[in-house]
Nanobody, 126 residues
Framework: QLQLVESGGGLVEIGGSLRLACSGS????????MGWFRQAPGEEREMIAA????????WYSDSVKGRFNISRDNAERMMYLQMNNLKAEDTATYFC???????????????????WGKGTVVTVSS
């Protein structure tokens, strides 16, 4: 069973940058579509970025497109989210997630994944 652990959250100023990391253990890491979700207080959890098995296909929500970059290192069993030009509305708990689906489009259509980390908190403040 794949287990995921996030790291890298914290407090950052508006306009700043932060890099989140997700480590995976207990499964065949390179055979999972990976993604990042976030959940702000009082809001539903939303998918903001996803990446295919090999990392050649990526998807971003409109809210983060052009500012965030998702990447993965299968040899190290790691996934990353580089967040630039952070805004106050990016404040949320960020979750690493994984799905054994082969096709990224199917995961995007579902809007959800099967395996989850416990989350890391990002606070963007002036």
């Amino acid at each position: 069973q794949l287990q995921l652990v996030e790291s890298g959250g914290g407090l950052v100023e508006i306009g700043g940058s932060l890099r989140l990391a997700c480590s995976g253990s207990g499964g065949t890491f390179n055979m999972y579509i990976m993604g990042w979700f976030r959940q702000a207080p009082g809001e539903e959890r939303e998918m903001i970025a996803a990446i295919s098995w090999g990392g050649d296909s990526k998807w971003y929500s409109d809210s983060v497109k052009g500012r965030f970059n998702i990447s993965r290192d299968n040899a190290e069993r790691m996934m990353y989210l580089q967040m630039n030009n952070l805004k106050a509305e990016d404040t949320a708990t960020y979750f690493c997630a994984a799905d054994p689906q082969v096709l990224l489009q199917r995961v995007l259509a579902r809007g959800w994944m099967d395996y989850w980390g416990k989350g890391t908190v990002v606070t963007v403040s002036s």
